[in-house]
């Protein structure tokens, strides 16, 4: 319906009545598409058909154009996107149905700006649930180890379109960095780098209170429980994964703890 809209809007706008017309066609023909990618995640994803189906396709589809952004997608992005089916526990079938929403992203042409509206007008009043979307981009995003200029750019169009302002998303992506450097010395014994990670996993400067730190690690966790993600409509195979970061965010959480 939206591609109708839009598109005749934008056909009028251009050369009036005919266009009307032309951008309704145009339109339809892109509802139609949308309409035939969609349904095939319904057809595997079959737990909330429309929202689950949706948020799925969204995300293997955006991760494909990101990877995309800097002109070959690279070992490094395929295995990330491999990696992340396999965190999702997606049988043979949903991995071919995610491979193929990849790939429809790395598209030259393909409408992200239209499907991240789409996207938007299921979850734009759920706040959780778009900058978990958004922390799934940053892995693909940093990939290769560190984000190209392109990548920053399309990550910031994304961003924009859920109405994500650039603060917030620089503050997420200082986080995300944090959250990785800080998994890999999470074993070790605690050193003053990993300390100061762990402010940045939760948001925090370092010389916060402890009512300060609580207060943000009960954010976080309210934020990623997987159990209010389901509610909001994530599909169930996500949820695994924000298990997994509420663990992190608990680690970061516990070392903080034991500082103050």
């Not at 996500?238 to 970061?252: G, N, P, S």
Request: aromatic share 8%; glycine share 6%.
């Amino acid at each position: 319906m939206w591609g109708k809209i839009l598109g005749a809007l934008f056909g009028l706008a251009l050369l009036r009545l005919p266009g009307l017309f032309i951008g309704l066609i145009l339109g339809h023909w892109f509802d139609m598409k949308m309409g035939a990618n969609l349904a095939r995640f319904r057809g595997i994803f079959q737990e909330s058909a429309d929202q689950q189906g949706l948020f799925m396709y969204t995300t293997f589809a955006t991760m494909g154009h990101i990877a995309k952004a800097t002109g070959v997608v690279t070992a490094a992005h395929i295995q990330q996107a491999r990696h992340f089916m396999q965190q999702l526990g997606l049988n043979e079938t949903q991995q071919q149905e995610a491979q193929a929403a990849f790939r429809d992203g790395k598209a030259s042409n393909f409408p992200l700006v239209a499907q991240l509206q789409t996207f938007y007008q299921h979850y734009g009043r759920q706040n959780d649930v778009i900058k978990y979307f958004i922390e799934i981009q940053l892995g693909i995003a940093n990939a290769s180890g560190e984000m190209s200029q392109q990548q920053q750019t399309l990550l910031q169009q994304v961003a924009t379109q859920l109405a994500i302002s650039r603060i917030e998303l620089e503050q997420m992506v200082a986080a995300y960095r944090a959250q990785q450097r800080f998994n890999q010395r999470n074993t070790q014994r605690p050193a003053a780098n990993a300390i100061q990670d762990a402010y940045k996993v939760l948001g925090v400067s370092s010389d916060c209170n402890e009512k300060e730190l609580k207060r943000a690690y009960r954010k976080l966790m309210a934020q990623h429980h997987p159990d209010k993600l389901m509610a909001k409509g994530v599909p169930s195979a996500m949820l695994d994964v924000a298990k997994r970061r509420t663990q992190e965010i608990q680690a970061a959480y516990e070392l903080l703890k034991s500082q103050h």
